[in-house]
């Protein structure tokens, strides 16, 4: 299973993202480029406590959500609303300048994989708290699900 734990799984996520482009064409869902760049920086700042989000109610119990999305071998489906505290088109931060913003990816995805970790975990919304493993593996489901959006 792929995880960010693995320097070759993290090494792949940094070379699909540099094959995104502002013009790359998404697949699905409203998302730019940049907004998606956007939205992957707010992702990382609230997994460590530097951007607040209110934790969401699902309908299954969050342990069961957690383990289905992190470790059953399938896509992500299109379609999944995020919280508007990370939706660039409601709550989330507005894209600046690409390169900008993917100068700032880098940094974050550097802390978020850095070991020994510089900061908490906070809870994911609707997963709730995770383990380092947990985490590491939601970080490239993650980015794995939006470079399959824009089609890298």
Known sequence: MKTLANPQDKQEILTRLA???PA?????GEM???EMICHMNDSFK???GEREVKPLRPLVPRA????AALWLPFNWPPGIKTVPECDQKIGGTHPVAYHLDLEEFHVLFDRFTEQPRPFQWEPHPMFGSMTDKEWMRWGYRHM?????????
């Open 24 to 28: 790359s064409k998404r697949r699905w």
């Open 19 to 21: 094959a995104l482009t």
């Open 144 to 152: 794995d699900h939006h470079l399959r959006q824009f089609g890298v």
């Open 46 to 48: 609230a997994t460590m």
């Open 32 to 34: 730019t480029p940049g």
């Open 64 to 67: 069961v959500m957690r383990s």
